[in-house]
């Protein structure tokens, strides 16, 4: 049995090296010291903004202190994840203009500059952000592709051979962290804050018909004759340079879409197409589709596809937004006389508002010339709005605190409900124990409730993150307010502050945890399955059990001296992985939080009991409570170990006394001091009750 569990905890231990090796999926690592030691003077690093994650830079210039810029790291805002399923972190600055003041690589996983041409180009392609900014459109070039023709709304960036899928990433990184920072803080976008945009309403379907669509502008139509495109070239170089076309035939006919909103994907696809649309986007995702006729394609013959296109662009506020295509092949529902069809993608992390204006360019390049041709670009423009209808447009109050408690109120009313049945069902524990049978399963129906509801879906799991944030916040002297923008944290906080006054920490870990709620019954799916179940003996248990204080320790002391350490650390926890990502993570911490499910089944809620820190916190908070709420009686531990031998959390010790710090209020225990079939001592009294006294017979005298 000992050979069996310690093979269990050196597997858990080198899943565990893994994970905190990796890199965390989305936490920047740069303190204020290395920022000062990378912006030396007389560059001066103010103090990490609270609101968002950026470093303020300042120069004195005489009297006054000047804004110089913002840096900050990409995987804080745009965690796009590379190549090999990792997201890239960048350090990134820009001045108050939009202007990239320089990009270095922090941390990659990119396999073609590790293993392959190594990472000398890499670190060359993020130099020759320097200088380019924000206000234009960026596009990458390689090879027969390259062309020298910016201005003041377009650059163009060297790419890197064989690297073309990871540089288009950094591409996208760079760029959708740095416009969330400019419309933060610069305003860009009339400050229009980044994480306030309308979201596309996905349970909105209105069956329309072509003309319908057009009609509400949820498709628009240009079509433009070769007449018209040579009245644009009028006067200048490029006029005269297309003498064979015919004037009024169509130099393009092009309709545009925003084929992401339901209203538009379902009508203008077939059913197989928009099933195929959907499985290339994720979530906050929008896809916008051209469908073209006539001489002039928005491809091109030397389109690669999966590129960007350089014949159709897009601007939002006057700032340009990346689109790529997405290679999709799918078909039309509705008659539309065209040539082609694409289907471009815009990333949630570049930020568009469908609420606001987009407006979309296509240039129309003419060269003169044949060794060093001139070449004269002119551009046809397309405006596209969606109406409200199908948007679900954020107000203003919505910035602000109150306004998402607003917005959740429905989700806090039905967390209100879901507490206050496990309040009536606590205070009445006699009641609710009365009946074995009917307890469990009121047990298993509000374990899947907190795996559903308050994890997966409200997103309710208390962590030590939250403690280290706290922490963390105080030590650099800023505002707590940042704890409002989580009303369901906070609601599940105040309760279970009272709760372990008056409980203990059971109330949490063995009620409301989601995560510990998902060990439990897998642990019981595992019995039920007729696993074999690991027993340790009580002195090892107890052992054992004082590691996640030594783990709370190490994190607690590391949130005083390094965020980076910290950030690492927390990763012992597999809540994030487990519920808030849904298992949609790198491999090491899968195979982590898995794995810890796995040893539940073997070893009874395995995490909580052993490893734990934020449980081993509230076991310290919890030695505040002010009931010993288990019913015990004089015989328990002397001679009665019924409850010791059923608890599986192995919180009893043998002279039956409750360990109240590790005990989950499973209630197990409570079931059979309730039951006059199940505890030994009410067994005993109810045969004593049970037994008919024999009279002796009366003796006759003589």
Request: net charge positive; hydrophobic share 45%.
């Amino acid at each position: 049995m000992r050979a069996t569990l310690t093979c269990v905890l050196c597997l858990l231990a080198g899943v565990l090296a893994l994970v905190l090796g990796a890199t965390p999926a989305q936490a920047g690592v740069l303190t204020r010291a290395e920022m000062a030691r990378r912006f030396p003077a007389p560059l001066m690093v103010g103090e990490r903004d609270a609101e968002l994650p950026v470093w303020p830079l300042f120069k004195q210039n005489a009297t006054a202190t000047e804004l110089v810029g913002y840096v900050f790291e990409s995987i804080d805002l745009a965690p796009i994840p590379g190549f090999a399923g990792v997201p890239l972190n960048l350090m990134v600055a820009i001045d108050p203009k939009g202007a990239f003041i320089g990009v270095e690589v922090l941390s990659h996983h990119e396999p073609v500059f590790l293993d392959g041409l190594g990472e000398a180009p890499l670190y060359q392609f993020v130099k020759q952000y320097k200088d380019l900014s924000l206000k234009q459109n960026i596009s990458i070039e390689t090879g027969a592709h390259r062309a020298r023709h910016p201005d003041a709304a377009h650059a163009y960036i060297d790419g890197v051979s064989k690297a073309t899928a990871s540089v288009r990433i950094i591409n996208q990184s760079v760029l959708a962290a740095a416009l969330k920072v400019s419309r933060k803080k610069l305003g860009f976008a009339a400050g229009r804050d980044p994480y306030q945009i309308a979201r596309v309403r996905q349970d909105v379907f209105e069956p329309l018909d072509l003309k319908r669509m057009m009609a509400d502008g949820l498709v628009q139509h240009l079509r433009v004759s070769n007449r018209e495109v040579e009245q644009l070239f009028a006067g200048s170089a490029g006029a005269g340079l297309d003498p064979q076309a015919r004037p009024d035939d169509s130099f393009i006919n092009v309709y545009l879409a925003c084929v992401s909103v339901p209203s538009i994907g379902r009508n203008l696809l077939t059913a197989a197409g928009w099933r195929k649309l959907q499985g290339r986007l994720e979530e906050g995702d929008h896809a916008l589709i051209v469908m073209s006729s006539g001489r002039y394609s928005v491809t091109g013959d030397d389109f690669v596809p999966g590129s960007v296109p350089d014949r159709i662009r897009l601007r939002q506020d006057n700032l340009p937004i990346d689109m790529r295509d997405l290679d999709l092949d799918v078909k039309l529902s509705l008659p539309l006389a065209v040539d082609s069809v694409t289907v471009l993608r815009v990333i949630g992390q570049a930020g568009l508002d469908p609420a606001s204006p987009m407006d979309f360019t296509l240039p129309i390049t003419r060269n003169k010339g044949i060794v060093y041709p001139e070449r004269i670009t002119r551009e046809l423009n397309l405006r596209y709005k969606l109406p409200e209808r199908l948007l679900t447009v954020v107000d203003d109050n919505s910035k602000s605190w109150p306004g998402i408690w607003s917005q959740r109120s429905w989700e806090l009313v039905t967390l209100a409900a879901g507490l206050a049945v496990l309040s009536a069902a606590l205070l009445m524990q006699k009641r609710l124990t009365a009946n074995g049978a009917h307890f469990e399963w009121f047990r298993r129906g509000y374990l899947v409730y907190t795996v559903g509801f308050i994890g997966y879906y409200a997103q309710g799991q208390l962590s030590i993150v939250n403690v280290t944030g706290v922490i963390q916040a105080l030590k650099a002297r800023r505002s707590l307010e940042f704890l409002l923008f989580d009303p369901m944290t906070v609601a599940l906080w105040g309760f279970v502050l009272v709760s372990l006054l008056v409980w203990g920490r059971g109330t949490f870990c063995g009620w409301l945890c989601p995560f510990g709620a998902l060990q439990e019954l897998t642990g019981k799916l595992a019995q039920w399955l007729r696993v074999p179940q690991l027993h340790i003996r009580h002195k090892t248990d107890a052992r054992l059990k004082y590691a996640k204080y030594v783990v709370l320790a190490g994190i607690v002391a590391s949130a005083f001296f390094s965020s980076e350490i910290t950030d690492k650390l927390v990763e012992l926890e597999p809540f994030k992985t487990a519920i808030t990502l849904s298992f949609v993570r790198s491999w090491p911490y899968v195979v982590y939080a898995v794995g810890l499910l796995l040893a539940s089944g073997a070893v009874y809620k395995f995490f909580c009991r052993y490893l734990c820190p934020f449980g081993a916190s509230l076991a310290l908070l919890g030695r505040l409570r002010f009931l010993n709420w288990i019913p015990r009686l004089k015989e328990c531990g002397t001679p009665c170990q019924t409850c010791r031998h059923r608890c599986d959390y192995q919180a009893i010790s043998p002279s039956g006394a409750v360990a109240y710090d590790e005990c989950f209020q499973c209630m197990d225990c409570v079931v059979i001091y309730e039951s006059d079939e199940k505890c030994a001592v009410r067994i005993m009294e109810v045969k004593r009750h049970r037994t008919i006294p024999i009279q002796p017979a009366a003796r006759s005298r003589i």
